[in-house]
């Protein structure tokens, strides 16, 4: 009777333990991924109103202030009618209360985050060394700046826009 509480003990133990170490190793990957997505939005930079970010930009302050833009505002409407990012990211202004600089540079981080954590999920399926994982994830974040192959596009765009927010997703 001892002899089988201390085997059931044992093996609660073994689980909880097992559990930890899982949860550890969660932790440890979202800590690395982090870190990856930081030093990817270090090297690209962050460059508000550039390229077509004046259009979303102005888009987002439109539907927070309709009164700001009394006179030709179709410009900006006409790009932006078949998205709902503009009006997600004014919501998310109204509701946390952010200045639209501050949120559209969260948001560019958030989407390189999530971008830095598909590729190591990626990497978690094709490799089984955990170094492999991040190592390809890191390997896509120094490559965000560069064009893809003989186009104007980029793996992560350097201003905020839809695309940005829309990439983790998949196509």
């Given at each position: 009777?001892i002899s089988?509480m201390?085997?059931?003990a044992a093996e609660s133990?073994?689980?909880?333990?097992?559990?930890?170490?899982r949860?550890?190793?969660?932790?440890?990957a979202v800590?690395?991924?982090?870190?990856?997505a930081i030093c990817?939005?270090?090297v690209?930079g962050?460059?508000?109103?550039c390229?077509?970010?004046?259009?979303y930009?102005?888009?987002?302050q439109?539907?927070?202030?309709?009164?700001?833009y009394?006179h030709?505002f179709a410009?900006?409407r006409?790009?932006?009618?078949?998205?709902?990012?503009?009006?997600?990211i004014?919501?998310?202004v109204?509701w946390t209360g952010?200045p639209v600089?501050?949120s559209?540079?969260?948001?560019q981080f958030v989407s390189?985050a999530?971008?830095?954590?598909?590729?190591w999920?990626?990497g978690?399926?094709?490799?089984s060394e955990?170094?492999?994982?991040?190592?390809?994830?890191a390997f896509?974040?120094?490559?965000f700046?560069?064009p893809?192959?003989g186009t104007?596009l980029?793996?992560?765009?350097?201003?905020?826009q839809?695309?940005?927010?829309?990439?983790p997703?998949g196509?």
């Amino acid at each position: 009777m001892i002899s089988l509480m201390k085997e059931e003990a044992a093996e609660s133990q073994a689980r909880a333990a097992s559990i930890w170490q899982r949860a550890s190793r969660r932790w440890r990957a979202v800590f690395a991924c982090a870190l990856v997505a930081i030093c990817a939005f270090a090297v690209m930079g962050y460059h508000p109103g550039c390229e077509d970010d004046g259009v979303y930009l102005s888009a987002i302050q439109s539907d927070l202030n309709p009164l700001l833009y009394p006179h030709d505002f179709a410009f900006f409407r006409l790009q932006v009618q078949a998205t709902i990012f503009d009006k997600f990211i004014a919501g998310f202004v109204r509701w946390t209360g952010t200045p639209v600089g501050w949120s559209a540079l969260l948001w560019q981080f958030v989407s390189i985050a999530a971008i830095i954590f598909v590729c190591w999920s990626i990497g978690r399926l094709l490799f089984s060394e955990t170094s492999a994982h991040l190592a390809g994830a890191a390997f896509v974040g120094a490559m965000f700046t560069l064009p893809v192959a003989g186009t104007a596009l980029y793996i992560a765009w350097i201003a905020f826009q839809y695309t940005s927010v829309s990439q983790p997703a998949g196509p």
